[in-house]
T-cell receptor
Framework: GQNIDQPTEMTATEGAIVQINCTYQ??????LFWYQQHAGEAPTFLSY????GLEEKGRFSSFLSRSKGYSYLLLKELQMKDSASYLC??????????FGSGTRLLVRP | SQTIHQWPATLVQPVGSPLSLECTVE??????LYWYRQAAGRGLQLLFY??????ISSEVPQNLSASRPQDRQFILSSKKLLLSDSGFYLC?????????????FGPGTRLTVT
């Protein structure tokens, strides 16, 4: 199966840290992507993990455990502009990403 | 640098009418191309992907079709729209071969079927 589970909504305070978790069934997946999508706009690429461990890119970090089918996206020093949906997308093959329904993050002052 | 274009940006069509959405990519050759649909408040559903001219793979049965008449052009069509075809249609591209698997999205077309 390809069940991808993410929390539907999260709320955090400006300047804080938030972790968005994603779990998926591991069969046939190689690597995992995270995308950011602001309301009414197209998704934009944030990160790609192909190996286990933590990848850091500025305020955003992403972690992957392939054997556990688990990933998280860590956002530090939250800004109001980080209010968006965050989409977890395991890589099914070299062509196919399978997108979760996304986590809607609301950053409050 | 690479850019991806989609048009139109918004579209309102009556049930039973035809549909043609176009996507073009600039700045790269032989890209993989994708059509996704996103219903309101939902995730992205892969509709079609193409790894070359004339090569189309369909992911879900539906009344939509796709064509790739040129290397960097991808078209989504329907002969007769249904109400359930309403949604946000996104075209995306990725490098072919070992150039990287990340997909880059166009601005999207918001389709309302009335």
């Amino acid at each position: 199966g390809q069940n991808i589970d993410q929390p539907t909504e999260m709320t955090a305070t400006e300047g804080a840290i938030v972790q968005i978790n994603c779990t998926y069934q591991t069969s046939g997946f190689n690597g995992l992507f995270w995308y950011q999508q602001h309301a009414g706009e197209a998704p934009t690429f944030l990160s790609y993990n192909v190996l286990d461990g933590l990848e850091e890119k500025g305020r955003f970090s992403s972690f992957l455990s392939r054997s556990k089918g688990y990933s998280y996206l860590l956002l530090k020093e939250l800004q109001m502009k980080d209010s968006a949906s965050y989409l977890c997308a395991p890589l099914r093959s070299s062509y196919k990403l399978i997108f979760g329904s996304g986590t809607r993050l609301l950053v409050r002052p | 640098s690479q850019t991806i274009h989609q048009w139109p940006a918004t579209l309102v069509q009556p049930v039973g009418s035809p549909l043609s959405l176009e996507c073009t990519v600039e700045g790269t050759s032989n890209p993989n191309l994708y059509w996704y649909r996103q219903a309101a408040g939902r995730g992205l559903q892969l509709l079609f992907y193409s790894v070359g001219i004339g090569q189309i793979s369909s992911e879900v049965p539906q009344n939509l079709s796709a064509s790739r008449p040129q290397d960097r052009q991808f078209i989504l069509s329907s002969k007769k729209l249904l109400l359930s075809d309403s949604g946000f249609y996104l075209c995306a591209w990725s490098h072919s071969g070992t150039g990287g698997y990340e997909q880059y999205f166009g601005p999207g077309t918001r389709l309302t079927v009335t």
